[in-house]
T-cell receptor, first 113, second 113 residues
Framework: AQTVTQSQPEMSVQEAETVTLSCTYD???????LFWYKQPPSRQMILVIR??????QNATENRFSVNFQKAAKSFSLKISDSQLGDTAMYFC??????????FGAGTILRVKS | GAGVSQTPSNKVTEKGKYVELRCDPI?????LYWYRQSLGQGPEFLIY????????DSGLPNDRFFAVRPEGSVSTLKIQRTERGDSAVYLC???????????FGPGTRLTVL
């Protein structure tokens, strides 16, 4: 069975600075997808970024980028120029075929002014 | 609608009662998923549908839980003889097809007294 581990229960960062959230996973599959989702206090789970395992290039979405290390089974999220609105719980998630997502326990990120 | 909608937003019930939770997916999305999120944890998979049929219900905790999607659009998660341990946020997600990115609704917070 696949597992996803987020070893940082909580993180803090100053506004405008950069922060990296860690995620490792365990799988024997070769074809899969990895995601970062953001969940603010409103409870709505919002997609941040998606990475296909067969792509060597790291995914980027504006201020969000990932460092995908397939051999190490590591998938970290870097947030640049942190904003107050980035304060939320961040979940790393794994998906292979079929299509259910396996989530980590989450990291609470607090952006301070 | 523009996104996944779930009703009710909150549901309070008494132990032993029956509840129904509704999910309306994004128009045109053929795959629909249910997850359960306990306090302070990541979501856990319950069941997913491709069209009208349940493609994988391996995450349903026991036979008190059942879900339907009779017309391939709206889905209802049904819980019989509710227990206090069923208290959680129930999240629904949809995707264009299996393997595509899942988009989540705001969830239903179920409280069993």
């Amino acid at each position: 069975a696949q597992t996803v581990t987020q070893s940082q229960p909580e993180m803090s960062v100053q506004e405008a600075e950069t922060v990296t959230l860690s995620c490792t996973y365990d799988t024997s599959e070769s074809n899969y997808y990895l995601f970062w989702y953001k969940q603010p206090p409103s409870r709505q789970m919002i997609l941040v970024i998606r990475q296909e395992a067969y792509k060597q290039q790291n995914a980027t979405e504006n201020r969000f980028s990932v460092n995908f290390q397939k051999a190490a089974k590591s998938f970290s999220l870097k947030i640049s120029d942190s904003q107050l609105g980035d304060t939320a719980m961040y979940f790393c998630a794994f998906m292979s075929t079929p299509s259910k997502l396996v989530f980590g326990a989450g990291t609470i990120l607090r952006v301070k002014s | 609608g523009a996104g996944v909608s779930q009703t009710p937003s909150n549901k309070v019930t008494e132990k032993g009662k029956y509840v129904e939770l509704r999910c309306d997916p994004i128009s045109g999305h053929t795959a629909l998923y249910w997850y359960r999120q306990s306090l302070g944890q990541g979501p856990e998979f319950l069941i997913y549908f491709q069209g009208t049929g349940a493609a994988d219900d391996s995450g349903l905790p026991n036979d008190r839980f059942f879900a339907v999607r009779p017309e391939g659009s709206v889905s209802t998660l049904k819980i019989q003889r509710t227990e206090r341990g069923d208290s959680a946020v129930y999240l629904c997600a949809s995707s264009r097809s299996l393997g595509d990115t899942q988009y989540f609704g705001p969830g239903t917070r179920l409280t069993v007294l």
